[in-house]
């Protein structure tokens, strides 16, 4: 463990040679990964980003399989672990890096006051559960409302491949509604949030980060990973919508 804060010190104050940096990202991070890499890139000229996104499954999956991955970014601790048991993911290296909010978006003009008003509705989009966080923690929420066994049961769920997918759907208007992240609502052109979902109706929306074996091996990976916790990243991440855990855990009502 001293060895390799020590390795990092170094990281933070040396330039970084000519190197590459595989990324396996939740979908929801896309457009704040872009930015935090342009950000790190500017400083490290030699290194170079390669991300991927998708859904935290898909890409726990991907890496299992022996995709090349330096850093994990998962959009829930679930994944993130399975890889930690598979010995994937090196353990000291696991913490949170930001936190996000449930929503509920759609057309202008259409009232949401609680889960219970999804129940009228003819479709309503939501990440597939079984790989998609955003699915999980919007399956969660709305069978604490009371709401999922009938929507399911009356087909009126559709299933998106990642968050992403499913805003799109909310954005072309080919459902009613859609579960996504606040993050991605903000990016909307023509979906509005139409509802926050209590927090206290699903699972805590944290997304870790680790440091793949692979990745532990890297001076540029080990060197953006700590770029990830400097204020300059901070401050990117809260320019998309993101919260820090520890403002998170500040905040009223947490």
Same mark, same amino acid.
């Given at each position: ?94 913490? /949170? =890096? %930001?936190?996000? $909010?449930? !929503?509920?978006? #759609?057309? +202008? &003009?259409? @009232?949401?006051?609680?889960?219970? /008003? =999804? %129940?009228?509705? $003819?479709? !309503?989009?939501? #990440?597939? +559960? &079984?790989? @998609? ?122």
């Amino acid at each position: 463990m001293l060895l390799f804060v020590l390795q990092s010190l170094v990281m933070t104050v040396l330039p970084v040679q000519a190197a590459e940096v595989h990324l396996s990202v939740a979908a929801s991070m896309t457009e704040a990964i872009r930015e935090l890499d342009a950000a790190f890139t500017a400083e490290q000229p030699g290194v170079t980003m390669l991300p991927n996104f998708g859904s935290s499954g898909a890409l726990a999956k991907q890496l299992l399989q022996g995709a090349a991955a330096d850093i994990f970014i998962s959009a829930n601790p679930k994944w993130l672990s399975y890889l930690e048991k598979e010995g994937k993911i090196t353990k000291q290296t696991v913490r /949170d =890096l %930001a936190v996000n $909010t449930l !929503v509920v978006v #759609g057309r +202008p &003009g259409v @009232v949401v006051n609680s889960l219970a /008003d =999804l %129940a009228a509705m $003819t479709r !309503v989009a939501i #990440g597939s +559960p &079984g790989s @998609v966080p955003a699915g999980q923690y919007a399956e969660q929420a709305m069978r604490a409302a009371g709401v999922y066994e009938r929507l399911a049961a009356d087909k009126k769920l559709v299933m998106a491949q990642d968050v992403r997918q499913a805003l799109l759907y909310a954005e072309r208007g080919e459902v009613d509604a859609a579960f996504v992240y606040r993050t991605d609502a903000l990016l909307a052109e023509k979906a509005v949030i139409l509802y926050a979902v209590p927090a206290g109706l699903h699972d805590p929306i944290t997304y870790p980060v680790g440091l793949t074996v692979a990745g532990e091996k890297n001076g540029a990976a080990r060197a953006f990973y700590d770029f990830l916790a400097s204020p300059a990243a901070v401050s990117i991440l809260e320019k998309y919508g993101f919260d820090t855990p520890a403002a998170a855990a500040a905040a009223p009502g947490r």
